[in-house]
């Protein structure tokens, strides 16, 4: 069965340090892989993503991803946090023969001053 | 910049209770989608809408639930008779098209089932 995983439920970074969400996935094929971010109160934004190509893909809010297929992983970092980064991160993939995302539980990130 | 918008953003019912929760996707999107979070859950598909049918739908998405898009740009989703596991954060997504594009989430109603 398709599914995802984000081994790390909560994570507490220094502003400034680097960070790195992991996120596993179990799909037949490459999937379509997306990483989401849901601050307090909010609705899920869409940081970034990948379909194809590039390994390497760049998001907004200075976050990017790499995509390993041998290590069916697609983990999100980003070089230096900012405290508006604190919020909890979801990955997800969208397998090509349906039309649904599968979401991972979840990281919620703390950023300390 | 375009976006989703859903309504009530928080709504508390008696248990045996209808809802309808509503949304208004991106104009210009033809797949919509209602996904659930319970409290401290990962975030769950219920079910897609496309071309004014369910396109697929989960286990989770029974008899006691529906969706419409009444007016062609309203896309809600009714609970018949709600009970106290219904309670969660539900969103409404919505995509211009499938495949190669992502699908745009509005900030959640949650319902809170008593």
């Known amino acids: 069965a398709q599914s995802v995983t984000q081994p790390d439920i909560h994570i507490t970074v220094s502003e400034g340090a680097s960070l790195e969400l992991r996120c596993n996935y179990s799909?037949?094929?490459?999937?379509?892989l997306f990483w989401y971010v849901q601050s307090p109160g909010q609705g899920l934004q869409l940081l970034l993503k990948?379909?194809?190509?590039?390994?390497l893909v760049q998001g907004i809010k200075g976050f990017e991803a790499e995509f390993k297929r041998s290590q069916s992983s697609f983990n999100l970092r980003k070089p230096s946090v900012h405290w508006s980064d604190a919020a909890e991160y979801f990955c997800?993939?969208?397998?090509?023969?349906?039309?649904?995302?599968?979401f991972g539980t979840g990281t919620r990130l703390q950023v300390f001053p | 910049e375009p976006e989703v918008t859903q309504t009530p953003s928080h709504q508390v019912t008696q248990m045996g209770q209808e809802v309808i929760l509503r949304c208004v996707p991106i104009?210009?999107?033809?797949?919509f989608y209602w996904y659930r979070q319970i409290l401290g859950q990962k975030v769950e598909f219920l079910v897609s809408?496309?071309?004014?049918?369910?396109?697929?739908k989960s286990e989770i998405f029974d008899d006691q639930f529906s969706v419409e898009r009444p007016d062609g740009s309203n896309f809600t989703l009714k609970i018949r008779s709600t009970k106290l596991e219904d309670s969660a954060m539900y969103f409404c997504?919505?995509?211009?098209?499938?495949?190669?594009?992502?699908?745009?989430f509005g900030q959640g109603t949650r319902l809170t089932v008593v």
């Open positions: 997504a919505s995509r211009r098209t499938q495949g190669l594009t992502e699908a745009f």
């Open positions: 799909y037949g094929a490459t999937p379509y």
């Open positions: 990948y379909f194809s190509g590039d390994t």
């Open positions: 997800a993939v969208g397998p090509h023969n349906t039309d649904k995302l599968i």
């Open positions: 104009s210009n999107h033809l797949y």
């Open positions: 809408f496309y071309n004014n049918e369910i396109s697929e």
